[in-house]
């Protein structure tokens, strides 16, 4: 069992940037994929970014050229570096860590872009 806990999360205003942390409980190497999503109000929870173990990265249309997903292995760490933000980008941002059987989640960490 691995637990996730993101942090980083909070308010900032439009434009502004945030770096939010999932650090999980045991070792990362052996995961497919390891990824953020996020849910607003009132909408489904949707991918946002996704780094495999390969360190290959993918993005939602929404966030290319703005947000960057990266890992430490070492650290057992994944990172998510949100810049030029919009009030769009507010919602809970939630970890995951995929393998083949195997689904986690963090608790999620709430990200506010507002003036």
Known sequence: QVQL??????????GGSLRLSCAASGSIFGFNTMGWYRQAPGKQ???????????????ADSV???FTISRDN????????????KPEDTAVYYCN???VMDDYWGQGTQVTVSS
């Open 97 to 99: 860590a995929h393998r």
């Open 74 to 85: 070492a650290k057992n760490t994944v990172y998510l570096q949100m810049n030029s933000l």
């Open 45 to 59: 929870r949707e991918l946002v970014a996704l780094i495999t173990s390969g360190a290959s990265r993918a993005y």
């Open 64 to 66: 290319k050229g703005r």
């Open 5 to 14: 806990v993101e942090s980083g999360g909070g308010l900032v205003q439009p």
